[in-house]
């Protein structure tokens, strides 16, 4: 029994939009998850989708665990880069747009 863990760094969303949907699958098993994420509308719905995939890739594969016991048990999502872009406004002045990024940790434990 151990801990199986994947993440996602430098993903282009922001993490405000992430977190709901990492708050929906925390704790449950791998196979309502994953039909969690596949049928919500939200984008972070696929990356998180893709993550907890290479999670139980990862743990079936190097650990050789048995995929249908499996639980997410942590997933934090930080904050990570942010591109800082320019927008022109009145009067020749300029105001600054932030894009926020992500950084995704995922880690599985056998129930």
Known sequence: ???YRAQANRQRISPTKVRPLADLVR????EEAL???QFSPQ???KILRTLL??????AE???GADV???IISEICVNEGMRLKRVRPRARGRANRIVKRGSHIALALSEA
């Open 53 to 58: 995939e290479s999670a139980i890739a990862n």
């Open 68 to 70: 249908d016991e499996l």
């Open 43 to 45: 984008a972070g719905a």
């Open 1 to 3: 029994m151990g801990t």
């Open 35 to 37: 039909n969690t994420l």
């Open 27 to 30: 704790g449950r098993p791998v």
């Open 61 to 63: 594969h190097n650990f």
